[in-house]
């Protein structure tokens, strides 16, 4: 869901050029899947269309991208144990290091446990969070 909220709010900026968004899981579990359908069938609500297919984050990653952005604690632990080195950390940030509006929120939960409204508030905090994301970027 984030990289769909990114790329819409990219493109909306006419920055499409000057950016490159993937998204990666943590497991292999997923791979080559689309999201959740019900996150697909929430994020279309509000006019994203999500087609990423799911892939596992590789150690590729930390040499192509200049941040590596996990959703909560266990992400970043994770993450950084699959850096090439402490040196690529620096990389790594928190989702909600960027909200603005959820200010408070240290994390961005798993929706899929949670039902309809659970969906609904993994996309507002990424709209949010995103949106922060962006302005310190640009």
Not at 82 to 93: G, Q, T, V
Request: proline share 4%; hydrophobic share 30%.
């Amino acid at each position: 869901m984030a990289e769909g909220v990114m790329l819409r709010l990219i493109k909306e900026s006419g920055l499409e050029q000057d950016f490159v968004i993937d998204s990666a899981g943590i497991l292999d579990y997923h791979e080559g899947e689309l999201p959740d359908s019900r996150m697909r069938q929430h994020a279309s609500r509000r006019g994203y269309t999500l087609t990423s297919r799911s892939r596992p984050v590789r150690t590729e990653d930390f040499y192509h991208f200049d941040l590596i952005i996990g959703m909560d604690d266990r992400n970043i632990t994770d993450l950084k144990q699959r850096a090439p080195s402490p040196e690529e950390w620096k990389k790594i940030h928190r989702m909600t290091e960027y909200c603005t509006t959820y200010s408070d929120a240290d994390h961005v939960p798993d929706p899929y446990y949670g039902g309809s409204s659970g969906f609904e508030y993994v996309i507002d905090l990424l709209e949010d969070a995103c949106e922060g994301l962006l302005r310190r970027l640009i």
